[in-house]
């Protein structure tokens, strides 16, 4: 793609950028056909680069957008293993290890029916940007497998989780690629998927997974940080508006790791959760979220949302198969899965008053919803942004492995705050200087782009 120099008077790039961003889309979905997921990832990020390459056109010199869109290296494997009955079963294992322009590749494996090639690249496509906003040295990765952990038993998931690492390692290491949790994969998998990296291997090497339990090697903080930091990015985009986060009613989806810690954050700053979610169904609760029964439930029996309205009591109300987005309040988060809120939930969140939206989850919020928003005037929160907590504090756990070192609570809880103050910050004013005030999709897309791009720029042609 070739650019010219001209000047940014109009904000979204010239027209001549424009035609070259859209022609360059075009053709990724003809060389990557049935890919949705990761079509829409890369339209989001292409479709806000145009002021930036106007202004900037040696960024686009060398085939950089192109060779930016494709992985530097994608590994897909056979994993077969056996469950309690002694019967065999295949799925299929990923890896795409987008770009380590900036440092070793870095995301999160994972663990889900819906897992394809188009979700793990749009993931790792996601990755590149958010890793680069934390400013903490780390490329672009994902992976995962169409495995359904669900209503398996421990040694299920662990003979899967072995068969899994059993090709998987010879890929990774603490320089190469450090995998991480997703959907799916928590603190059990990851502890399963380290013993087994750790018997092949021979090695001592707690930098190439994180997540890690704390006691061998894990980071203070780590389980919460997806959800944390969402709430502190929230909370800033809120402050930019003269707002404040304290006494707002907000809407959680999902009940997972990130969904349970949001919740425990959004309660300690004065907020009340008023909503979770899981696929069959939500949960209001009119008093807020019990966050020590939804723990009970979710992380200790692996249970449903319907069973925490059943033991909450009168406070609670059980919807099947309706969404969060029904209830009216402030502020949302949506902490589920990609694509779960659409223009219909975003027009239903607007009339029912809402502030401000912030992505916990990777994508969940579709082009037309986020357009919906931005044309009502609510704040919005992309995940490459807003939910950069959690691999920011994977990061911080690689530091902490690398110096064979053990940090406070205190102080990776201090470095998370810092962290999601400077991308709050970085995103606003990118967006300020492109011609974009406010948007902080541009803001985030564009300030990602300049770090990675100006890196395999002085890097060369690899
Ligand atoms: N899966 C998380 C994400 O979407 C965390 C990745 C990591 O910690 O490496 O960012």
Redesign the pocket.
């Given at each position: 793609m070739s650019t010219a120099a001209t000047s940014t008077q109009d904000p979204r790039g010239t027209q001549q950028t424009r035609d070259a961003l859209a022609s360059l889309h075009d053709e990724l979905v003809r060389r990557n056909p049935a890919q949705p997921e990761f079509h829409q990832a890369a339209h989001e990020v292409l479709e806000s680069l145009a002021p930036v390459l106007a202004a900037r056109p040696e960024l686009a010199e060398a085939a950089l957008v192109e060779r930016l869109c494709e992985p530097e290296r994608q590994i897909v494997f056979r994993v077969p293993w056996q469950d309690d009955k002694g019967r065999t079963h295949v799925n299929r294992g990923y890896r795409v290890e987008f770009n380590s322009a900036l440092g070793p590749y870095?995301?999160?494996l994972?663990f889900h029916p819906s897992v394809n090639l188009s979700v793990v690249k749009f993931?790792g496509f996601e990755?590149i940007f958010?890793n680069a906003l934390t400013g903490l040295g780390i490329g672009g990765g994902k992976g995962g497998s169409d495995f359904d952990p669900h209503g398996k038993s421990d040694a299920e998931v662990m003979r899967f989780c072995q068969a899994f690492m059993t090709e998987l390692h010879r890929h990774i290491g603490d320089h190469t690629d450090?995998?991480?949790?997703?959907i799916g994969v928590g603190g059990r998998e990851i502890g399963y998927l380290f013993g087994q990296y750790r018997r092949i291997t021979n090695r001592w090497e707690t930098g190439v997974l994180?997540?890690k339990g704390t006691g061998w090697g894990g980071s203070a903080i780590r389980t919460e940080a997806?959800g944390y930091g969402n709430v502190l990015f929230l909370a800033e985009m809120l402050r930019k508006r003269g707002e404040d986060l304290a006494g707002r009613q907000a809407l959680v989806s999902g009940s997972g790791n990130v969904a349970i810690y949001t919740v425990e954050k959004l309660h300690q700053l004065g907020a009340v959760a008023l909503t979770v979610s899981d696929s069959r169904g939500y949960v209001v609760d009119e008093k807020g979220i019990d966050l020590d029964l939804l723990k009970q439930i979710k992380e200790v029996e692996r249970g449903r949302v319907s069973d925490y309205a059943e033991r909450r009591g009168a406070s609670a109300t059980y919807v099947p198969g309706g969404s969060v987005w029904e209830v009216p309040a402030d502020v949302a988060l949506p902490s589920a899965t990609q694509n779960e809120l659409n223009a219909a939930d975003a027009e239903t969140l607007v009339r029912g008053g809402v502030r401000a939206v912030s992505e916990g989850a990777?994508m969940p919020v579709t082009p037309e919803a986020v357009r919906v928003l931005k044309e009502a005037g609510v704040a919005y929160g992309p995940g490459k942004a807003a939910?950069?907590g959690?691999?920011a504090?994977?990061a911080l756990e690689m530091r902490q492995n690398s110096g064979r070192d053990t940090w406070s609570r205190e102080r990776v809880e201090n470095e998370l705050a810092t962290v999601m103050r400077d991308i709050h910050d970085v995103c606003w004013e990118t967006a300020e200087r492109y011609g974009t005030p406010g948007d902080y999709v541009s803001g985030a897309n564009i300030a990602g782009f300049e770090r990675v791009a100006e890196a395999m720029r002085a890097q060369g042609l690899i």
């Open positions: 870095k995301g999160g994972r993931l990755q958010k450090v995998p991480a949790g997703d994180t997540g997806t990777n939910n950069a959690g691999v504090v994977s």
